[in-house]
């Protein structure tokens, strides 16, 4: 079984694994570390697309157009994600959740 490809990482150690992605429809599953302080601000995707988070460790907050929304372990959220985003980490543990991407 291949390595999930590291699609992104910053130099505080937060790091975006692409673990899979179906073509018709377009579905892409992500596992993602923020780490203490960490910041991502994501372009919009094409309208209509949204995003599923499942927060395995720590504390994650999305910060969309209407504001801020904090997850915890277990928790999750869906999100439209033709908007602008960032998944941000506010506290002294890593965040660890999973993102599954629709329609983008």
Same mark, same amino acid.
């Given at each position: 079984m291949?390595k999930?490809?590291? /699609?992104?990482?910053?130099?505080? *150690?937060?790091?975006?694994?692409?673990? *899979?992605?179906?073509e018709?429809?377009?579905?892409?599953?992500w &596992?993602?570390?923020?780490?203490? =302080? =960490?910041?991502?601000?994501? $372009?919009?995707? &094409?309208?209509?697309?949204? $995003?599923?988070h499942h /927060?395995l460790?720590?504390?994650l907050?999305?910060?969309?157009e209407?504001?801020r929304? $904090?997850?915890?372990?277990?928790?999750?959220?869906v999100?439209?994600?033709?908007?602008?985003?960032?998944?941000?980490?506010?506290?002294?543990e890593?965040? /660890?959740?999973? &993102? /599954?991407?629709?329609?983008?």
């Amino acid at each position: 079984m291949p390595k999930a490809p590291l /699609v992104w990482q910053s130099p505080d *150690g937060s790091t975006a694994l692409l673990l *899979g992605a179906t073509e018709n429809p377009r579905a892409e599953l992500w &596992r993602w570390t923020l780490a203490p =302080g =960490g910041r991502y601000d994501a $372009e919009p995707d &094409r309208p209509g697309a949204q $995003e599923l988070h499942h /927060v395995l460790s720590g504390r994650l907050t999305l910060a969309l157009e209407a504001g801020r929304q $904090e997850f915890g372990p277990g928790q999750s959220a869906v999100i439209a994600s033709d908007q602008q985003h960032a998944y941000l980490n506010e506290h002294a543990e890593p965040a /660890v959740f999973m &993102r /599954v991407v629709t329609g983008a």
